[in-house]
């Protein structure tokens, strides 16, 4: 009992050691965030500021509050739109079997491995050609992406419901339509949870699609936390504490549905 007990110990010193790697930019970042101006040195980046400044976070929210409000925007429609339409698809490829269905999800597992790069000239020139610009382009563009996630996603996780479950449903007169509506989307909500949580990271982290598909008076926060430096002299307090106000959301959203996402996966809505 005692060994056992040794080497869960041994086992947690390199994840420990990890996890503290892994979150020295966040102290960096949070340190010199209620830093003034002139305390902002590389040489003392590791130090506690001497006193808290909200002024920091006052001055980076007047700046960037425009650019958050238009994520918002973007992000919570692309998110519930990718999460709706791969809940449907997940439910007709699972358990809907018809002619060419196995051909169809694998194409449209396919779209996870396009990269963005290869893909930004066609999808401007295709955004500007049906006329669908700026924030609306560009949640479209993260719903079409996202599609092909949460299909995978939904559609494991309903193919491990037993079959009987929807056979009952049919004998006692419901259809397609009926048995998703009243059967299988109140069950749902662990696979709603991962990938709500999926999207919303995705959609809100996103710069490479934000700065080709927005101008000036629509970029998300992304593209505005990075058009905050200046030429010249840039306020590292200022900005650090505008990457803090950035980062918020999606840290929120983790915090507060964190469990729900591991329930969700221990569910099965990843399994293979």
Do not use: C
Not at 10 to 17: A, H, N, S, V
Not at 37 to 62: C, Q, R, Y
Not at 158 to 187: F, H, N, T, V
Not at 233 to 245: D, H, K, R
Request: no cysteine.
């Amino acid at each position: 009992m005692n060994k056992l007990r040794l080497n869960k110990t041994w086992l947690y010193i390199p994840l420990i050691l990890m996890a503290v790697f892994y979150l020295l930019p966040m102290y960096v970042m949070l340190v010199t965030s209620f830093k003034s101006f002139a305390e902002v040195d590389l040489k003392t980046m590791w130090n506690l500021p001497s006193g808290i400044h909200f002024d920091n976070f006052i001055e980076a929210f007047s700046k960037l509050s425009p650019s958050l409000w238009n994520s918002f925007m973007m992000v919570i429609p692309a998110t519930l739109l990718s999460s709706a339409l791969g809940s449907l698809n997940g439910f007709i490829l699972a358990k809907w079997k018809f002619r060419g269905a196995d051909i169809i999800f694998p194409f449209i597992l396919f779209g996870m491995f396009i990269p963005y790069q290869s893909i930004l000239i066609p999808l401007v020139q295709f955004m500007s050609a049906v006329g669908i610009t700026g924030l609306p382009g560009l949640a479209m563009a993260h719903i079409i992406y996202g599609i092909p996630i949460t299909t995978l996603t939904f559609r494991n996780y309903y193919a491990s419901l037993p079959q009987e479950l929807l056979e009952a449903a049919k004998i006692d007169g419901a259809d397609m339509l009926g048995i998703y509506r009243w059967i299988l989307l109140p069950i749902s909500i662990p696979s709603f949870v991962v990938v709500l949580i999926w999207q919303f990271t995705s959609a809100w982290n996103d710069f490479l699609f934000a700065v080709v598909l927005t101008g000036n008076t629509e970029w998300p926060i992304t593209v505005a936390l990075n058009n905050m430096a200046g030429s010249q002299i840039i306020a590292w307090n200022v900005q650090m504490a505008g990457s803090l106000l950035a980062a918020l959301p999606t840290l929120l959203v983790y915090i507060f549905l964190g469990r729900y996402f591991l329930r969700g996966l221990l569910a099965g809505s990843l399994k293979g």
